[in-house]
């Protein structure tokens, strides 16, 4: 592990991903650093076509990989020049298929940076519909997420001062967790309202943080709901 802690990588299980021997690379962006194994066994006998493989599979990783590493643990017995007996370890060999690769990867997109929490709050605006007649307490929800990496916790406050005084479900919680809204619609004429509250990230270092969510109120003389029938039906 101290060998890569100079790349960005730590001991901290959110914070790395090998993905030795794995048959195939990430399918979707991980919240962590992927440090990716890149195989040399079978693949020693040609280097043209060695550059060909790490290339595709540099390609097929852009932006879901930090790292590669290129081979593992060559200099056993048998893992380069696969098929030739004994096959003894191959530093020429291996040093030739560290440059093939290093030329394929380093012109290939990195994964963009940086690598901390990113918040994000969906949906970024909430806006309630009352009657003027009918007053009362209207909900919604939004969730903080993390886009980015690594896990966070977060804080909510309501906005002061405001025309619409927003309700808080709670005021805390980690990423994922849904925070419900509630607005209560007596007291207001006809009209628009609006209020906010804000999201903040209490975990160091979160990206986008805070997220003010604007929340809006609109009083209405007459209000018509529509009820539509719900049909269920077995899944195939």
């Not at 932006?63 to 200099?75: Q, R, S, W």
């Not at 896990?151 to 808080?168: D, K, N, Y």
């Not at 925070?179 to 999201?199: E, P």
Request: one cysteine or more; charged letters at 10%; aromatic letters at 8%.
């Amino acid at each position: 592990m101290n060998l890569v802690r100079p790349v960005g990588f730590s001991s901290n299980p959110t914070g790395l991903v090998c993905a030795e021997g794995s048959p195939t690379l990430p399918q979707a962006r991980y919240p962590y650093k992927v440090l990716f194994l890149i195989d040399c066994t079978k693949r020693s006998g040609n280097l043209e076509a060695w550059g060909q493989a790490v290339e595709a599979i540099a390609t097929a990783g852009q932006g879901l990989v930090e790292a590669y590493e290129i081979c593992n643990e060559p200099n056993r017995t048998g893992w380069l020049n696969y098929g030739v007996s004994p096959a003894p370890p191959d530093p020429g060999l291996y040093v030739q298929m560290l440059q093939v690769a290093y030329e394929a990867l380093a012109v290939m997109e990195k994964r963009p940076g940086p690598f901390g929490p990113r918040l994000a709050v969906v949906p970024p605006a909430l806006t309630f519909v009352a009657g003027v007649n009918e007053p009362g307490t209207v909900t919604g929800v939004v969730v903080p997420l993390n886009t980015g990496y690594g896990v966070f916790t977060w804080t909510a406050t309501v906005e002061m001062g405001m025309q619409v005084t927003p309700i808080l479900a709670i005021a805390a919680g980690a990423q994922g967790t849904p925070l419900t809204v509630a607005v209560d619609s007596t007291g207001y004429t006809t009209g628009t309202f609006t209020g906010a509250i804000s999201v903040t990230g209490t975990t160091t270092g979160v990206l986008d943080a805070p997220q003010i969510v604007p929340v809006t109120l609109i009083v209405m003389v007459d209000m018509y709901r529509a009820y539509l029938p719900v049909v269920l039906r077995p899944a195939p």
